[in-house]
């Protein structure tokens, strides 16, 4: 795994410049694509696992949740439950086959557990 010297994104208050925007979102939407079109959705995409390196390049952290494309001849298990909220696990985690992610970025499909 590669070790990135950096800091989490953080947008200011006041927002970003659009010549910043673009500077970062641009790769990352890149990124996401190129990941996409190998079978891979990231499955838990938030700032806190996008860093931005010290010259400025941002980098997609933690592919640890994400969804893998199996092919045609192995689907992606469609009726996996719903994430469940229990009071002894973080909010951040499920349990079993459930879908894993952080409920406030995940988006109502994935809740419902609909996405595959």
């Keep these: 795994m590669e070790y990135v010297d950096g800091k989490t994104l953080l947008i200011p208050d006041d927002g970003l410049g659009i010549d910043q925007f673009f500077a ?5 939407a890149d990124a ?3 990941a996409h079109e190998h079978g891979r ?17 941002p980098k997609i952290l933690d592919f640890g949740l994400a969804h893998i494309e199996r092919g ?6 469609s009726d996996m439950p719903t994430m469940t909220m229990d009071s002894d696990v973080p909010p951040s985690l499920t349990q079993g086959k459930g879908f894993m992610g952080t409920p406030s970025y995940m ?4 809740i419902e557990g609909v996405c595959t």
Aim: charged residues 25%; without cysteine.
């Design 72 to 77: 045609e001849s192995v689907p992606l298990d």
């Design 41 to 57: 959705t990231h499955g838990d995409l938030k700032p806190a696992n996008i860093m931005i390196r010290e010259d400025g390049t």
């Design 24 to 28: 970062w979102f641009i790769p990352l």
């Design 32 to 34: 996401l694509s190129h």
């Design 107 to 110: 988006s109502p499909e994935q």
